[in-house]
T-cell receptor
Framework: GENVEQHPSTLSVQEGDSAVIKCTYS??????FPWYKQELGKGPQLIID?????GEKKDQRIAVTLNKTAKHFSLHITETQPEDSAVYFC?????????FGAGTTVTVRA | EAGVAQSPRYKIIEKRQSVAFWCNPI?????LYWYQQILGQGPKLLIQ????????DSQLPKDRFSAERLKGVDSTLKIQPAKLEDSAVYLC??????????????FGEGSRLTVL
């Protein structure tokens, strides 16, 4: 089955700086890569996703890049704000089962 | 639009006792998922329903876990008997999609289980 590894496990950034989270996947057939944000006491919420026929996607301050050859994808958050503090999960699927990474706890320091 | 509803939010039981969790998905969503999220880990799929049929239950510990989705709407997840390692947050999610597992999943706030 698909194995998704996520790094780093924790990330502390100064407000206004950028944050980058990286994930690798094992199944070359995976074709859909979502990112979820989970705030304390809440369920995960989709923030951005990318499909295998696209190399990069941007939505305001967040962007995701995908390198199919290397089987890795990354989340970039620019101009971080206190409300960006949360746990972020990457995931991958080959249409069959969605596998999540272990999560990255992001703390934005004021 | 109402989100995915789950209850109870918190449950504390002793090992070998039983517990049940309830989920009401977003109206009209055909696919329903139960995930187990152990502290410090990502969600792990336990079971996936499409309408009232099971699509995938390969990671459900069937000797102690059971789930059903009556009439293709609400779902219950039961654990009997519970073990210490079952302590986790049980997340219910739904999706309007059928077939492929691409597209947004809508998660509830979860049910936190502590087994003593």
């Amino acid at each position: 089955g698909e194995n998704v590894e996520q790094h780093p496990s924790t990330l502390s950034v100064q407000e206004g700086d950028s944050a980058v989270i990286k994930c690798t996947y094992s199944d070359s057939a995976s074709n859909y890569f979502p990112w979820y944000k989970q705030e304390l006491g809440k369920g995960p919420q989709l923030i951005i996703d990318i499909r295998s026929n696209v190399g990069e996607k941007k939505d305001q301050r967040i962007a995701v890049t995908l390198n199919k050859t290397a089987k890795h994808f990354s989340l970039h958050i620019t101009e971080t704000q206190p409300e960006d503090s949360a746990v972020y999960f990457c995931a991958a699927t080959n249409d069959y089962k969605l596998s999540f990474g272990a999560g990255t706890t992001v703390t934005v320091r004021a | 639009e109402a989100g995915v509803a789950q209850s109870p939010r918190y449950k504390i039981i002793e090992k070998r006792q039983s517990v049940a969790f309830w989920c009401n998905p977003i109206s009209g969503h055909a696919t329903l998922y139960w995930y187990q999220q152990i502290l410090g880990q990502g969600p792990k799929l336990l079971i996936q329903f499409q309408n009232n049929g099971v699509v995938d239950d390969s990671q459900l510990p069937k000797d102690r876990f059971s789930a059903e989705r009556l009439k293709g709407v609400d779902s219950t997840l039961k654990i009997q008997p519970a073990k210490l390692e079952d302590s986790a947050v049980y997340l219910c999610a739904s999706s309007p999609r059928t077939g492929k597992n691409t597209g947004e999943l809508f998660f509830g706030e979860g049910s936190r289980l502590t087994v003593l």
